[in-house]
């Protein structure tokens, strides 16, 4: 990964806002086929950038875009001193994270970052407990390098995880590793819940070592990312829960707010398969007691106004969902035809048995029980029909699909994936439809990351 400065070289004035277009980027040693690799958009033999083109310097999360400048949010904008520091503290810490064993002359080749300063952002890295010195590596003629590598036998990340049914709260390592975790029931009542919350959370906060830990919570519902206030909660009817300055208050530590379905997105391009990791455009949609969706723009997390983007499970798909409601009232959601909710219910309804959950149906699909794979079929159906909506409005790279639903993938991929192929009559790019390998756990690993991001990048 190549380090540039990059200097703002016009600026067009208008009454109320001001264009900054982005001019020469400069680099200690320039070397386009690095650039080309790593997706800047670069023109061979010319250090210009084109000025309507995103300028990739850390994939996916750290950026600077050509973009209107908000003068209203002047302050909070403008890049100091510490700002460089910050990312280029990041960058090299991305070098071990996905080089490891790395050594220091090999972060400052890569990066044209002066091997003294390569030296002085390890040494803070080291104290600060993120990276270890793991031994000697192969010498190519002189004195053999020190290797690093991630410290990964600490916690430096805390998530909480809540959904309709339970809260998981967790720990992990900096490798994302989930180190301990409890379960709770989740309470409708939201104080309960929130009081169940803090009092594991004090627990963990008194054996934390690493004074540098963010929390993440995953919310199936409505967040304001910036404010971390959770808008609506459609399962338990909770609205207005400002969650992050509550928790803040309690525990004493950073926390850090966003909606399932974009952590789960997020987690999918830290934790998911190489392939994911690499592209810029996909979506993730989580199956579960309802169905969301996080959608992944030019690498970054598209949320909306007030972050209420991505509510894909609420969009008509049908007049009649057979008696099974969406957690909004409504019978013609995406949620009431191919989520969880409407498998239990469809099954229900076939074969008269009330007491039975999810996982019991998928065990039944996959060793073929008729009713069980009459009613997959359906609620296969109705997922293509929403992911197709998806494919035609977006043209996302990837819909990459999480939740329990993926443990049957094997029985469903193929009815899946022809449906989809049946609807697009269109001559669009191709979509690749895949099943997330986040595991069972999708929304906690959302978590973790949510603690996580801030040390690997600079803006979300």
């Not at 909070?76 to 990312?87: E, F, K, P, Y």
Request: charged fraction near 25%; proline fraction near 2%.
């Amino acid at each position: 990964m190549l380090l540039c400065r990059f200097h703002f070289s016009q600026m067009y004035l208008s009454n109320r806002r001001t264009n900054v277009f982005c001019g020469f980027a400069q680099t200690r040693n320039w070397k386009y086929k690095n650039c080309q690799r790593l997706g800047f958009g670069l023109e061979k033999k010319s250090r210009r950038i084109k000025t309507a083109r995103a300028i990739k310097c850390f994939r996916p999360f750290a950026k600077f875009l050509m973009r209107i400048i908000d003068l209203q949010k002047a302050k909070t904008q403008i890049a100091r001193s510490s700002t460089i520091r910050d990312i280029n503290r990041q960058i090299v810490l991305n070098y071990v994270r996905e080089r490891e064993p790395i050594s220091r002359a090999e972060i400052a080749r890569e990066t044209a970052l002066q091997r003294s300063t390569v030296s002085s952002i390890i040494g803070s890295l080291v104290e600060d407990g993120f990276i270890a010195e793991t031994g000697a590596g192969a010498s190519s003629g002189g004195r053999k390098p020190t290797m690093l590598r991630l410290r990964t036998d600490e916690i430096v990340a805390v998530g909480v995880d809540i959904t309709p049914t339970t809260t998981t709260i967790a720990t992990a390592n900096l490798a994302g590793k989930i180190l301990n975790k409890e379960i709770l029931q989740t309470s409708s009542d939201r104080t309960e819940t929130f009081d169940e919350i803090v009092s594991r959370l004090l627990k963990i906060t008194e054996k934390l070592k690493n004074q540098t830990v963010e929390i993440g919570v995953s919310v199936p519902g409505l967040v304001d990312e910036v404010s971390g206030v959770v808008s609506y909660v459609p399962y338990f009817y909770w609205k207005n829960w400002e969650l992050k300055r509550e928790l803040e208050k309690a525990v004493g530590l950073p926390v850090v707010v966003d909606n399932d379905a974009n952590s789960i997105a997020i987690a999918e391009l830290w934790f998911g398969r190489p392939e994911v990791r690499g592209i810029k455009h996909f979506i993730s949609v989580l199956i579960a007691e309802g169905i969301g969706t996080g959608i992944i723009i030019d690498g970054q997390i598209y949320r909306g106004q007030k972050g209420a983007a991505g509510e894909f499970g609420h969009m008509f798909v049908g007049e009649d969902s057979g008696g099974v409601d969406c957690s909004c009232g409504n019978t013609h959601c995406w949620e009431a035809f191919a989520s969880n909710t409407a498998t239990l219910g469809r099954f229900a309804k076939l074969t008269e048995k009330n007491e039975i959950d999810i996982d019991e149906i998928f065990a039944l699909a996959r060793k073929g029980d008729e009713a069980a794979v009459q009613v997959i079929d359906e609620t296969t159906r109705y997922l293509a029909v929403g992911i197709v909506n998806l494919i035609v409005g977006l043209s996302p790279e990837a819909v990459i699909i999480s939740g329990k639903i993926t443990s049957i993938w094997s029985v469903i991929e193929q009815k899946l994936l022809e449906r989809i192929a049946e609807n697009i009559k269109q001559k669009l790019p191709e979509t690749k439809v895949r099943a997330s390998t986040l595991g069972e756990s999708p929304t906690l690993m959302g978590a973790i990351s949510l603690s996580l991001i801030k040390k690997f990048a600079s803006a979300r």
